[in-house]
């Protein structure tokens, strides 16, 4: 299995905070990534799709980038309802194994 | 806009079959550009892919549970189901239904269920 490794497990941020989530690949997946917002009881939600490209009705405040091993989320300035879990997921071979999470706190 | 909802059991004993059903309405399970998939995470854990089916029946399993694992698909009521044997508390966990658009060069679950909690206990 292809393993991925999210970076940092959580982090304690502020509303307006500029954060990045690293995303790691175990071996080249190429842009077969990507990354999903789950908050607790809620279904989770594509955010970034193929490393880079925003989903539809995304705010633009989300971005993705990477290819081959390494990937990156970043949120320009945090807003209250992005306080959740953010996970990501490789879809180069089955099976499409996801990251840890990382886990957005209020500071 | 799709909309998919979990049914089944809140509470299995071990060692029995765990059997969940997904629902798709809003649109056709019917359909050349979709992956029909099944996700679980267990509590205080991540997410796990467990497989999915296309509808022409042709399903891929993650082989940790391959040998206890069947995805069937029913197109005529726009189902999907997931039966798991032999399960033990490792199977605690809430199970989400998802769509995977693989309509392109990737492939993205899109929309996702709810989830149910299935609970491993005797």
């Known amino acids: 299995d292809i393993q991925m490794t999210q970076s940092p497990s959580s982090l304690y941020v502020s509303v307006g905070d500029r954060v990045t989530i690293t995303c790691r690949a175990s071996?080249?997946?190429?842009?077969?990534l990507n990354w999903y917002h789950h908050k607790v009881g809620k279904a989770p939600k594509v955010l970034i799709y193929?490393?880079?490209s925003l989903k539809s009705g995304v705010p633009s405040r989300f971005s993705g980038s990477g290819s081959g091993t390494d990937f990156n989320l970043t949120i320009s300035s945090l807003q209250p309802e992005d306080f959740a879990t953010y996970y990501c997921?490789?879809?180069?071979?089955?099976?499409?194994?996801f990251g840890q999470g990382t886990k957005l706190e209020i500071k | 806009q799709v909309h998919l909802q979990e049914s089944g059991p809140g509470l299995v004993k071990p060692s029995q079959t765990l059997s969940l059903t997904c629902t798709v309405s809003?649109?056709?399970?019917?359909?050349?550009?979709?992956?029909w998939t099944w996700i679980r995470q267990p509590p205080g854990k991540g997410l796990e892919w467990i497989g999915h089916?296309?509808?022409?029946?042709?399903?891929s399993y993650n082989p940790s549970l391959s040998s206890r694992l069947t995805i069937s698909v029913d197109t005529s009521k726009d189902q999907f189901s997931l039966t798991l044997l032999s399960v033990t508390a490792a199977d605690t966990a809430v199970y989400y239904c998802?769509?995977?658009?693989?309509?392109?060069?990737?492939?993205?679950?899109?929309?996702w269920g709810q989830g149910t909690l299935v609970a491993v206990s005797s």
């Open positions: 998802a769509r995977a658009d693989s309509g392109n060069w990737y492939v993205t679950l899109d929309s």
């Open positions: 809003g649109g056709s399970i019917d359909s050349e550009d979709y992956y």
């Open positions: 089916i296309y509808y022409s029946g042709t399903a």
């Open positions: 071996q080249i997946i190429g842009r077969n």
């Open positions: 193929a490393a880079s």
């Open positions: 997921q490789q879809t180069h071979r089955i099976p499409y194994t």
